[in-house]
């Protein structure tokens, strides 16, 4: 992309500069003519997107000037046709492309994949498979004329509770980056473009606009920044959505040295820079910061940029940069290449990748006995749990798909051959219909549709009942639903915790299964962190399913019946309590949500109220501690921990070594399978670095991982994984530098943060330095976790 964008501006220059007695044309004359074409306003206008319709914000579709091109899409940028600028789009999301399903009109439909929520794919630790996902998601992008997926998002998954979890991929910088590279080479790889959000720190959705995440610069560069910057390092992404939420006093939106001087300067990006949707308040200090582009654009801001370099406040360069930029980006979009979309893309083939995808993310937490697979003589099962028969896709809000179906459990488990109990089904179905009219005379706030649907309450069935189930089916299957989405983060009650109800009948279920001498499994179809330890005992077999996208009952029918041997593995740890979590302390618990659209854009505030701790700010306290960085340095137990999940195969590893050239370390080791079923197994690579007074050294760091192929029994395979000197340094504040202090590395190599199977060491000799800038310091201190 970077070397396409020279090549076509110097190449466009070459063979147009003598076209000046006519009008420029983008891509015909060169930029720079182009730009000195182009009237201020005209220039203000591209700066800004063409708006966006807030009255049908209602409508999962979302319209405004956007509908002209592609229903539904979240914005498109404005059109110069007589500088041959045409306009492009740019539309969600991070599960696949959300567009209207239907237009006036016509009877045709434009039914998008949903593919399964960005944690699952990150709990397949495959970015080969990640990457063929992507590629299957950016065709859907090309063939219905979109140019830009607003994805994908890799906010670090700081606490449980954030109501975005399931877009973004794990607690690890390491693993959400080289993920989100893995998608974003995927998407690209159709010509079309991606936006890498919310660039940085949104780590809450509670005052979203308004809060400041105060973060010290080590925690900004080794855990919130670290993902983005292998992102753009290694797949080079068109564009970088900024976040709604200060970071340490400024908006991201409105932050030079977050946008200038980290991303560009120092990481080389080359693309645009976009807002999310309404995100920042100075028009004038976002172009001024290297925001290119205001989404989805107002005339206001248009005003206040054409004011702002009236007055002088804005310098005209600084939105000829901009304006640069973003004809560039236009240059290489399909739309300005004319692409010639079909609307038709095959949406059979791609539900196939979803539902294989999918089956690889699904992570086995518990097994005894061999419970799973169900295999002969299982034939009959009885399924529990409402979500059973009402599967969960995915989250709300942009994250969401607009699927033409959604498999549930119960059909792909029909699908996979096994019989259902028949009274059971007929006591879920009658119920679930009963209370869904029950419901549907209720208003519904237009806004609504945004947020996570209310769930209907777990629905037990009488002791009688579950004593004919149990006398009849083979095994029991509860499954626990649980939705969230933008706007509003989770809570615990109900929520993060299994309800009384749920509780209730996974006790009695397993009680009567347990009486016949049947077994019980426990599905969670869920998108974030639900709490575990208290009931994880009562069950034989736990699978974590996640929000497997349309295709989810035939996958997680797969996994059942062995058609697929589990191999994902955790890419967060499951805390024993959530208090032990140690952002706990710092995040917001209260988060009724105000559904008044001005306080949904942060508009009407007072100004001169008192901040309050978690909503106007947040500190981060626990500093480079987030999830297992802390778990396992203040040796807290947890109830599965981060790289966790089992197989129906066991795996050995052996023979680590490590090879050191040219400031590289190259390590090998085998990974044999020693059970009787194929499977796949992901080999983590730990480093515990040497201890240093002056800063505290988490007690391990993932810096690396790889998948095996699938393993035949008595096979091995080894494998090789790299990490440089530099990928083993921490960032020394004090001298605003990546230092790889001298002494003995550790090299852990394992299948969880806590199951280390083989270990080597190396010495580094010699401290080595890589000096940054010192910039997004925090504003006033606050207090930070050492160890
Ligand atoms: C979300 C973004 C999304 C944008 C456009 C915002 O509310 O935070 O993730 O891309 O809307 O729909």
Request: aromatic share 8%.
């Amino acid at each position: 992309m970077i070397k396409k964008f020279i090549f076509g501006t110097v190449l466009t220059g070459i063979l147009f500069s003598c076209n000046t007695n006519k009008t420029p044309q983008l891509g015909k004359s060169s930029i720079d003519d182009v730009v000195k074409a182009m009237t201020l306003e005209e220039k203000a206008k591209l700066l800004i997107g063409t708006g966006m319709d807030l009255s049908v914000l209602g409508d999962s579709a979302v319209v405004g000037e956007t509908d002209l091109y592609v229903q539904g899409a979240a914005g498109t940028t404005y059109p110069i046709p007589r500088l041959g600028i045409p306009t492009i789009v740019v539309a969600d999301g991070p599960a696949g492309l959300r567009i209207a399903p239907l237009r006036e009109g016509t009877t045709d439909t434009y039914y998008c994949t949903a593919f399964p929520v960005a944690t699952l794919l990150a709990s397949t630790w495959n970015t080969d498979l990640v990457e063929s996902v992507g590629k299957a998601m950016g065709n859907e992008v090309l063939e219905y004329g979109v140019d830009i997926l607003l994805a994908p998002a890799l906010n670090t998954q700081r606490n449980p509770l954030c109501g975005r979890n399931f877009e973004y991929y794990s607690e690890d910088p390491v693993v959400s980056g080289k993920i989100a590279a893995a998608m974003v080479r995927g998407i690209q790889s159709n010509g079309v473009g991606t936006s890498i959000k919310h660039f940085a720190a949104n780590n809450q959705e509670t005052n979203r606009m308004g809060n400041d995440s105060r973060i010290s610069q080590r925690a900004l560069r080794e855990i919130y920044l670290k993902g983005y910057e292998i992102a753009v390092k290694e797949s080079d992404p068109w564009t970088v959505m900024t976040s709604y939420n200060y970071i340490n006093g400024t908006y991201s939106s409105e932050s030079k040295e977050l946008l200038q001087t980290i991303l560009r300067d120092e990481w080389g990006f080359k693309g645009i820079v976009m807002t999310d949707w309404f995100g920042g308040k100075n028009a004038a200090s976002q172009v001024i910061a290297g925001n290119d582009l205001l989404m989805p654009g107002s005339k206001k801001q248009c005003q206040n940029i054409i004011d702002a370099v009236n007055d002088g406040s804005l310098p005209i360069e600084a939105v000829d940069t901009n304006v640069k930029r973003i004809l560039n980006l236009i240059l290489e979009s399909p739309r300005y290449k004319g692409y010639a979309y079909t609307d038709k893309p095959d949406l059979k083939a791609h539900a196939e990748v979803s539902r294989q995808s999918a089956t690889e993310g699904i992570i086995l937490l518990k097994n005894n006995n061999t419970t799973l697979p169900l295999i002969d003589p299982v034939k009959s099962v009885a399924p529990f749990g409402i979500t059973s028969y009402d599967f969960i896709a995915g989250g709300t809000g942009s994250g969401d798909v607009n699927r033409a179906y959604t498999v549930s459990l119960t059909e792909g488990l029909k699908n996979a051959g096994y019989q259902l109990n028949t009274d059971l089904v007929a006591l879920y179905d009658k119920y679930i219909s009963e209370e869904n009219e029950k419901n549907k005379s209720n208003p519904v706030n237009p806004l609504l549709n945004f947020l996570p649907k209310k769930r209907l309450a777990e629905f037990i069935p009488s002791a009688a009942s579950l004593k004919n189930a149990a006398a009849s089916a083979d095994v029991a299957l509860i499954t626990i639903g649980r939705t969230s989405g933008e706007f509003i983060d989770r809570k615990l009650p109900n929520d993060y915790e299994l309800s009384e109800n749920e509780q209730k009948l996974i006790r009695e279920v397993t009680g009567a299964f347990h009486a016949v001498n049947k077994r019980v499994v426990v599905i969670l179809n869920i998108g974030g962190v639900v709490e575990t330890a208290s009931w994880k005992n009562t069950p034989d077999a736990i699978l974590l399913a996640w929000q497997l996208g349309q295709e989810g009952g035939n996958s997680v029918a797969d996994v059942l019946s062995g058609k697929v041997n589990p191999s994902g593995k955790l890419p967060m740890t499951f805390p024993v309590k959530y208090t032990d979590v140690a952002s706990s302390a710092n995040f917001p618990q209260d988060n009724a949500l105000d559904l008044d659209i001005n306080s949904i854009l942060g508009l009407n505030k007072d100004p001169d109220r008192e901040l309050v701790r978690n909503v106007d700010y947040t500190n981060y306290e626990e500093d480079i501690f987030v999830g297992y960085r802390y778990f396992d340095s203040f040796g807290k137990q947890v109830s599965y921990p981060f790289g966790y999940g089992l197989s129906y195969t066991t795996f050995e590893l052996s023979n680590p070594t490590v090879k050191e050239e040219n400031g590289a370390f190259t390590l090998t080791v085998d990974v044999k399978n020693t059970g009787s079923f194929a499977g796949k197994e992901v080999v983590q690579l730990y480093v515990s670095a040497p201890v240093i007074p002056a800063y505290s050294k988490p007690e391990k760091e993932l810096k690396a991982f790889a998948k095996t192929k699938e393993l035949q029994p008595n096979e091995t395979q080894t494998i090789t994984l790299t990490v440089t000197a530099a990928d083993l340094a921490s960032f020394d504040p004090n001298a605003s530098a990546w230092v790889t202090d001298s002494g003995k590395y550790l090299f852990l190599l394992g299948t969880s943060s806590k199951d280390i199977k083989v270990s080597v060491d190396t010495t580094i000799n010699k401290k080595l330095e890589v000096k940054t800038n010192n910039v997004l310091s925090l504003q006033s201190p606050i207090n930070i976790l050492k160890r």
